[in-house]
């Protein structure tokens, strides 16, 4: 099993930066594909950015150019920055295990961008 602790969040202004962090505690392997993933009040989980453990990366294409994700084995780090009121959300933590196809979820945390 695996347990995703999500720390960050909060309200900002537009323009403005946030950090959000996750590790992932319980049984890890090198193939796992850590990101984050978001959903705003009536709308889907989509897709925020996704890295695996050899830095690969992906980036919906509303955030690239201002969010960064980045990775420590266990532990991932998503820096936001010139946020929008469009990011407004809530950020989750994904953590998605090859072979099995399996996919873990962190708790959620709030980020809202608003003046």
């Known amino acids: 099993q695996v347990q995703l602790v999500e720390s960050g969040g909060g309200l900002v202004q537009p323009g403005g930066s946030l950090r959000l962090s996750c590790v992932a505690s319980?049984?890890?392997?090198?193939?796992?594909?850590m990101g984050w993933y978001r959903q705003a009040s009536g709308k889907q989980r989509e897709l925020v950015a996704k890295i695996t453990t050899d830095g690969r990366t992906n980036y919906a294409d509303s955030v690239k150019g201002r969010f960064t994700i980045s990775r420590d084995n266990a532990k991932n780090t998503l820096q936001m920055n010139s946020l929008k009121p469009d990011d407004t959300a809530v950020y989750y933590c994904n953590l998605f295990r090859f072979p099995t196809g399996n996919n873990y979820w962190g708790q959620g945390t709030q980020v809202t961008v608003s003046s």
């Open positions: 319980g049984s890890f392997f090198s193939s796992d594909v």
